[in-house]
């Protein structure tokens, strides 16, 4: 399955850049998933986890967040949250 690019910013760095397959974040109104070829979509975001599968079937990398919001198109996922670290 295609993969899109996926960032992670907080506004004093880049947490995380790079290719993915899945990526699931902690919307306000609940948990959502993205593949590639998404519909456009921002949303504001919750305190939780963003999780982002880089290979399909593969582990997770976990990224602790803080508010924020999520910016999808069919080619890239941006998060931008208040706080973010790896966990």
């Known amino acids: 399955m295609a993969k899109f690019t996926c960032d992670i910013v907080t506004p ?34 919750s305190d939780g986890v963003v999780r982002v599968q880089e290979n399909e079937g593969g582990p997770f990398k976990e990224f602790a967040v803080e508010g924020g919001y999520v910016q999808v198109s069919g080619t890239k996922v941006i998060v931008l949250a208040d706080k973010a670290e790896l966990r």
């Open 12 to 45: 004093e760095a880049k947490c995380y850049t790079g290719e993915a397959h899945f990526v699931v974040v902690p919307g306000t109104e609940g948990e959502m998933g993205f593949l590639s070829g998404h519909i456009p979509l921002v949303s504001t975001l």
